[in-house]
Structure formats: C-alpha cells, structure tokens
C-alpha cells in the first residue's frame, strides 16, 4: 500500500474543488489524465499477491479506486482553451460554435480575427440579444484575444455594424 502510494502521489497534487463538485466536469475530453484505471489495478494485483489475504486485496483495491476518483475527477489545474469558431476563427455565423460543448469557469476562448474589420464585446444577455452594446461594456480589439471564462452566462459580439446580426455573436456557458 505504501508503494501504491508513492507511485501516485508525484503524479499529480490534488488541487482544485472537492470531488463532490467535480463530478459534473466528467465527460469533457479536452481534459485527460496520463494513466488509467485498469493498469493501476493490475500492478496492485500484483503488488498485494505477496500473501497477502483476499480481504487485504480487496481493500487495497478499493483505496486505489477512490484514489483514482480523486485524481480523475478533480479539477485540472489549467483550464482548457477553445479557439472560437474553429479553424476559421471569430467571424460570422459564429452563434452556433458553442452548441453542444462543455465549458468550465476558468476555461479560455481564444478570438482569432482581422482587427481591421472585427472586434469582441463582452456584452450582457440583453446586448446579446438585441446586438447593442451596455455602457461600460469591454471591447477588445486586438485581433488576438484570449479571455477567461467567468462561471455563469459569458455574452460576446462583434459591434460593427451588421456584424452581430449576422451572427458574429456567442452565449456561453460556464459551469
Ligand atoms: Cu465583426
């Protein structure tokens, strides 16, 4: 037991929330660890073959499972970055892009486009959806943003005229 756990601990510290609220990230793939379950069964299995009893091996067997709940389900301690709109970048028709993937607090969008023709507003619900811009709002406009997801709704638009009618727009939600 002890050498299972010298094997694990310089793998990764345990950082980040508690499982319990780690638990809704599983399934998002852009986050993998290095090593799987069912090779850390087998080289406890052996570990523990040296006579010790079927109760000692089923509990070391448990310890490994809980240990490697912990590691998977805790929170990574960099957050993914997702390019918007793909390969073609922050551009039109952009609304679109978020549908169907997963995004965490503290996860990046990276907003790749020509600074001469496009910028990015970080806008409320309701400069999404009615394409206005709030007093205050922030605009970047550097052609090379990289921003931070806050936990919640995260609004952008372009604010060129036309740009966000045209779909140049993304709700995002960060849980
Ligand atoms: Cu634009």
């Known amino acids: 037991m002890g050498a299972t756990?010298?094997?694990?601990?310089?793998?990764?510290?345990l950082k980040g929330?508690?499982?319990?609220?780690?638990?809704?990230?599983?399934?998002?793939?852009?986050?993998?660890?290095?090593?799987?379950?069912?090779?850390?069964?087998?080289?406890?299995?052996?570990?523990s073959s040296e006579g010790r009893g079927s109760a000692g091996r089923a509990m070391l067997l448990i310890m490994?499972?809980?240990?490697?709940?912990?590691?998977?389900?805790?929170a990574p301690?960099?957050?993914?970055t997702y390019t918007v709109g793909g390969s073609a970048g922050w551009t039109f028709n952009s609304a679109n892009w978020p549908k169907g993937k997963r995004f965490r607090a503290g996860d990046?969008?990276?907003?790749?486009?020509?600074s001469k023709v496009h910028n990015?507003?970080?806008?409320?619900?309701?400069?999404?959806?009615?394409?206005?811009?709030?007093?205050?709002?922030?605009v970047y406009q550097s052609g090379?943003?990289?921003?931070?997801?806050?936990k919640?709704?995260?609004?952008?638009?372009?604010?060129?005229?036309?740009h966000c009618e045209s779909g140049m727009k993304i709700a995002v939600n960060a849980v």
């Open 144 to 150: 090379k943003e990289q921003i931070k997801l806050v």
């Open 64 to 74: 490994v499972a809980v240990i490697y709940l912990l590691i998977q389900y805790s």
């Open 17 to 47: 929330p508690p499982p319990s609220s780690a638990l809704k990230y599983q399934g998002i793939a852009s986050h993998s660890h290095n090593f799987s379950f069912p090779l850390l069964a087998i080289s406890t299995l052996e570990m």
């Open 120 to 138: 990015v507003v970080a806008v409320n619900e309701g400069g999404y959806s009615s394409c206005t811009t709030p007093a205050g709002a922030k």
């Open 152 to 162: 919640g709704q995260n609004f952008f638009i372009c604010n060129y005229a036309g």
């Open 5 to 13: 756990f010298l094997l694990l601990a310089p793998i990764q510290p």
């Open 108 to 114: 990046v969008l990276a907003f790749n486009y020509d």
């Open 77 to 80: 301690v960099h957050g993914a």
